[in-house]
């Protein structure tokens, strides 16, 4: 599957955004799916994820019950909705997605085959 990301922006501190991720050439089943982002000078990190396997998801700690990951009935698109959003979490954000994703893989990017182009999240303090 081909992955495209969208949905970032200058936002404040506090405000929201939701981001976007559509596939064309194939649809989402079949496969887990993860938010990933990378700030200048830091390696890539886990942000969610969504396991086909029983629908669990996963974030990491900083952005628990901030952050949301889900997909749209069609699994063509998924999303990330941003609350409460903090300047820690600028960030080039990346959408994956990967067919064999082992559990212990799930936070990595060595789980995941197929990746969007990022999308740039600016938050202003």
């Known amino acids: 599957v081909q992955l495209q990301a969208s949905g970032g922006g200058l936002v404040q501190a506090g405000g929201s955004l939701r981001l976007s991720c559509a596939t064309s050439g194939g649809t989402f089943r079949g496969h887990n799916i993860a938010w990933f982002r990378q700030a200048p000078g830091n390696e890539r990190e886990f942000v969610a994820a969504?396991?086909?396997?029983?629908?669990?998801?996963y974030y990491r700690d900083s952005v628990k019950g901030r952050f949301t990951i889900s997909r749209d009935g069609a699994e063509n698109t998924v999303y990330l909705q941003m609350n409460s959003l903090k300047s820690e979490d600028t960030a080039v954000y990346y959408c994956?997605?990967?067919?064999?994703?082992?559990?212990?893989?799930?936070?990595?990017?060595?789980?995941?085959?197929?990746w969007g182009q990022g999308t740039l999240v600016t938050v202003s303090s």
């Open positions: 994956a997605a990967g067919a064999r994703t082992i559990l212990s893989s799930t936070r990595l990017p060595r789980g995941y085959d197929h």
């Open positions: 969504f396991r086909r396997n029983g629908g669990y998801t």
